[in-house]
C-alpha cells in the first residue's frame, strides 16, 4: 500500500488542503497509506497528505522514537530559531540549511477525531513545520532568499 510521492513541481503540492470533516474509513486508509510509504524508505521522517495526491490536511511524522499521525493540525511555534539541514521527500537527495523554529506545540485531531497534542523540539519539531506547510501549498525552498532558492531548485529539478 505504498504510494508513488509526487515531485517537487507537481501543482497538489501547490494547493492549500481542505480541512477533514469525515473521519471515516477512507481517512483511515490514508493515514495507514503514508505511514507506510513514510516507513518505506530509511531516513524519511514525515510525509503529508499532498504528497500522494491527496488535498487533505493530514500529516505522519516519525523520528527517533516518537511517532503518529495528525489531522487538521494547528502549530504553535517558539520564537527561538534554529538553521540545520532539511530535506523533501518531493525532492529526494537535496539537502538544504534552513531556519526553523526549536519548539512547536501541534494541535489537531487523530484519525477517530479525538483531539491530540503533539510537543517537539529539534529535529521533530523541524519535521512538524515541514509537513504542516505541505497542507499549505508551501514548499520548504520557499522560506529561503532568491537566490538561494534558484540554486535549490537547479539541484532540485535537474533538467532532463
Ligand atoms: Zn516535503
Redesign the pocket.
Known sequence: MTEPIRRFDDPVLRAVAAPVRDFDRELRRLVKSLTLTMRAGAGRA???AP?LGVPLRVLVYAYDGASGHLVNPRLELSPRRITADE?????PGVWWPLERSYMVTARGRDMFGKSVTVRALGVLARVLQ??A??LDGV??SDHLEASERERFLAAALPSE
Open positions: 514525515g510525509l503529508a504528497q530535506a523533501c521527500l518531493s525532492a515541514h509537513e506547510d505541505h514548499l520548504f
